[in-house]
C-alpha cells in the first residue's frame, strides 16, 4: 500500500511544500518519488495521483515506466524530429 506525506520547508524565497509517496511491501520500500512544489494542493494532488497510478499497477510493470514519456524512452529520435 502507497502513502504520502506533505512537508513544509521554510527557503529564502519563501515557503515550498515536499510531496513523498513511498510504498512499502513487508516492510521493505519498492516506490519511492518526491517532488517540491509552490503549494500544499498542488502538492497533494500529485501525491494522490502517483498512490493511484502506483496502486492501479496490477500488470507488475516496473515503477520506472509508470510516469515515462515517450521522449524518455526515445531521445535520439525525438531530438531528430525536432532538428528536421
Do not use: D, Q
Not at 521493505?28 to 492501479?56: L, Y
Request: hydrophobic fraction near 35%.
Amino acid at each position: 500500500m502507497a502513502n504520502y506525506t506533505i512537508s513544509k520547508k521554510t527557503r529564502k524565497n519563501g515557503i515550498v511544500y515536499c510531496a513523498r509517496v513511498r510504498s512499502k511491501e513487508s516492510g521493505i520500500v519498492t516506490f519511492s518519488k518526491s517532488k517540491t512544489f509552490n503549494s500544499k494542493v498542488a502538492a497533494t494532488r500529485w501525491a494522490r495521483e502517483i498512490i493511484h497510478k502506483v496502486e492501479k499497477n496490477l500488470s507488475n510493470e516496473p515503477f520506472e515506466l509508470i510516469e515515462c514519456t515517450l521522449n524518455k524512452l526515445n531521445p535520439p529520435y525525438f531530438y531528430f524530429l525536432l532538428t528536421f
